[in-house]
Antibody, heavy 117, light 110 residues
Framework: QLQLQESGPGLVKPSETLSLTCTVS??????????WGWIRQPPGKGLEWIGS???????YYNPSLKSRVTISVDTSKNQFSLKLSSVTAADTAVYYC?????????WGQGTLVTVSS | QPVLTQSSSASASLGSSVKLTCTLS???????IAWHQQQPGKAPRYLMKLEGSGSYNKGSGVPDRFSGSSSGADRYLTISNLQSEDEADYYC????????FGGGTKLTVL
């Protein structure tokens, strides 16, 4: 059974860079059939796609976040990562990683990241 | 880029059926969507992929009570024999060179 697990700091200071990693187990991130993505959910609000990556490294980003987002992949570790720079309180959210087989068919459990000094 | 529109809330009685709607924006009526369920405090759960033809493929372990259908730009999720655990937020999602979520429908089981 495929599993995804987010990891990273739960607290980030304003203006700093948020960094998260998603570890994939039970399957290979190098499969040609899938993209791998990051999605976030501010408290009490809906889901917002951040960006996605193919195992080759090609990326797609949400235009509203593109200037601050970098997503990378490490196939040797079966992981992909998110960096979001210059964070503000508006970036406080639960961050999910997911596999895209078209839609997002497997999700991590999510990790809450709070932006506060 | 497509836009997905969902009603903010819906309610139905225990044991009854409910039909939730997700509407694709103009020019995107043929798009495939996915439906997700998010119970309080949990991660979203993939329910199904739904085509414009009305054909759908459910995720592993999704009960038979959940079904999908389509009409034009509208994509529907029908839940039959509502159970208390069906009280949740339901999101639709679509994709081309980006991924888009609808605003979600909060379903209350009375």
């Amino acid at each position: 059974q495929l599993q995804l697990q987010e990891s990273g700091p739960g607290l980030v200071k304003p203006s700093e860079t948020l960094s998260l990693t998603c570890t994939v187990s039970g399957g290979s991130i190098s499969s040609s059939s899938y993209y791998w993505g990051w999605i976030r959910q501010p408290p009490g609000k809906g889901l917002e796609w951040i960006g996605s990556i193919y195992y080759s490294g090609s990326t797609y980003y949400n235009p509203s976040l593109k200037s601050r987002v970098t997503i990378s992949v490490d196939t040797s570790k079966n992981q992909f990562s998110l960096k979001l720079s210059s964070v503000t309180a508006a970036d406080t959210a639960v961050y999910y990683c997911a596999r895209h087989e078209g839609g997002s068919d497997y999700w991590g459990q999510g990790t809450l990241v709070t932006v506060s000094s | 880029q497509p836009v997905l529109t969902q009603s903010s809330s819906a309610s139905a009685s225990l044991g009854s059926s409910v039909k939730l709607t997700c509407t694709l924006s103009s020019g995107h009526s043929s798009y495939i969507i996915a439906w997700h369920q998010q119970q309080p405090g949990k991660a979203p759960r993939y329910l199904m992929k739904l085509e414009g033809s009305g054909s759908y493929n459910k995720g592993s372990g999704v009960p038979d009570r959940f079904s999908g259908s389509s009409s034009g730009a509208d994509r529907y999720l029908t839940i039959s024999n509502l159970q208390s655990e069906d009280e949740a937020d339901y999101y639709c999602e679509t994709w081309d060179s980006s991924w888009v979520f609808g605003g979600g429908t909060k379903l209350t089981v009375l």
